[in-house]
């Protein structure tokens, strides 16, 4: 069976949804944008589950960019401070903004490939958002928002992909036409196009109407399948070419991790996708190998910076924390 | 499909009459603007951004040819409100009773186009 937890890391369904009676957020003024925080917030609170409220006026700013590292919130949202807002579960899977783009953005992340179980659980809480408040629709456009690129579902579905060996063998260009040929959009997760930092990807529907949400679903899922045995294939054939070239690779980078003294973000970005490289295929084993993905997110400026219980590190401070950080981390989850 | 030359130029002829006549009588694009928000029509048509729900009334047919641009031919056929759904589906019940009573009427089927018209008229008074 094709091991698709080694490429998928991680999936995520989002809804933009926009009220009649507001005009959109670019164009609110005065009380308007707490009123429509507080109609959306009224709806979501009130649902099974344990919802916080955070408004990005008050929020500290740190939190604000810790939740930004773990996409969680847009920077679009974090600078919007005199009307937005966002609307968390308790263990940060939901995330509601409210006052982005749109009045609504819903999100829902999952771990590996899970679109359908996340549209599931987005769509519940999207009928009661229905519900309880005025959505702005037209029987032809769907689900009126900002941009027309936003009309119809206004549903984005998107994964996020390992893809080292499409990338070293320098096919990422013709996926990437070949995707946006099936109106998929791809993106670097960390930078962009081809150069994308630690081999991570985000691929997703561009297409929003004239096509239902099982469509949408389906389409992501079938290209993710055939992205991953494009990946796994690749992945054997370097193993088979160039076998010692990887495995020098890996482990200088597994080197450097473990043993560096001040280590920059970008520099452990790098080294984080060969060594998830090393774990993919097998040369090195940790206790979780998910870890290094929770890595990746936690070795961003911010969140180590509240890692460190600090408000604020230097960046020789915030090197030499991050190197420890991860030396520690990696040397205790290994496996040998 | 088959090809009709004629057909088509037929419908060339229509298309250009449209545009010569949207050209002289319709308000030019640089003067329509939502009264709500005050978006301009070139501003959504340059940067695909609205300011409210009611631009897309206001901008309804220049709305619907960039959504097609933009997405492919076809319109909402996802997730729709509820109350939006009851509503397209007594919509179609009307269009279809609508065309029940023309038909009955042509086979002067007279008490079955009364009876008609009286759900015609129960089910327009709902959609009100």
């Known amino acids: 069976m094709m091991d698709v937890n080694s490429v998928v890391i991680s999936s ?42 955070f408004t990005m ?8 960019e810790v939740m930004q590292e773990k996409h969680l919130i ?43 179980v996340a549209y599931e659980t987005l769509n519940k809480i999207d009928d009661a958002l229905i519900e309880n408040l005025d959505i702005a629709y037209d029987d032809t456009l769907g689900f009126l928002n900002s941009c027309i690129t936003n009309v119809g579902t206004g549903m984005r579905a998107s994964v996020m992909l390992f893809l080292p060996a499409l990338t070293l063998s320098n096919q990422m260009n013709s996926v990437i036409n070949n995707l ?27 297409r929003s109407l004239g096509v239902t949400e099982k469509d949408i ?20 054939l370097l193993v088979q070419n160039n076998d010692v070239e990887l495995k020098d690779r890996v482990f200088r980078a597994w080197g450097v991790l473990t043993n560096a003294y001040t280590l920059s973000a970008d520099e452990f970005m790098k080294c984080a996708g060969e060594v998830k490289i090393g774990i993919a295929l097998g040369f090195i084993k940790l206790k979780d190998n998910s870890l290094i993905d929770k890595l990746l997110f936690d070795a961003l400026p911010s969140s180590l910076t509240q890692l460190a219980g600090q408000e604020v590190l230097g960046e020789k401070e915030e090197k030499m924390f991050r190197a420890k950080f991860i030396s520690t981390t990696l040397k205790s989850a290994r496996i040998k | 499909m088959f090809y009709n030359p004629f057909e088509a130029t037929k419908n060339d002829l229509a298309g250009l009459f449209n545009e010569m006549y949207y050209e002289t009588h319709a308000p030019r694009k ?17 940067t695909g951004f609205v300011g409210c729900s009611s631009c897309y009334q206001t901008f309804l047919n220049d709305a619907k040819s960039f959504a097609f641009d933009v997405h492919g031919m076809g319109g909402h056929v996802g997730k729709a409100p509820k109350r939006e759904a009851t509503k397209a589906v007594k919509m179609r019940e009307l269009e279809n009773l609508i065309k029940e009573k023309e038909k009955a009427l042509r086979i002067e089927d007279y008490d079955r186009a009364k009876e008609l018209k009286r759900l015609i008229d129960n089910l327009k008074e709902e959609l009100k």
């Open chain 1, 217 to 236: 679903i389906n389409k992501v899922i079938q290209s993710t399948l055939k992205l991953c045995e494009l990946e796994l294939e690749a992945r054997k």
């Open chain 1, 57 to 64: 006026e008050r929020l500290p700013a740190l939190d604000a």
């Open chain 1, 180 to 206: 946006s040929n099936q109106r998929l959009t791809v993106r670097g997760v960390f930078g962009e196009g081809s150069e994308a930092q630690g081999y991570l990807y985000q691929v997703s529907n561009a």
């Open chain 1, 12 to 53: 995520r369904i989002r809804l933009a949804r926009s009220l009649k009676n507001y005009v959109f957020p670019s164009c609110l003024v005065g009380e308007e944008g707490y009123k429509v925080i507080k109609e959306v917030a009224d709806v979501v609170t009130n649902l099974d589950g344990e919802y916080k409220v």
């Open chain 2, 30 to 46: 640089e003067n329509i603007y939502c009264k709500r928000c005050k978006t301009t029509l070139l501003d959504f048509l340059e």
């Open chain 1, 74 to 116: 847009s920077s679009n949202l974090l600078n919007n401070k005199a009307s937005g807002a966002v609307i968390l579960s308790d263990d940060e899977t939901i995330s509601i903004m409210v006052n982005e783009e749109d009045h609504i953005r819903a999100q829902c992340f999952m771990k590996g490939l899970s679109l359908g």
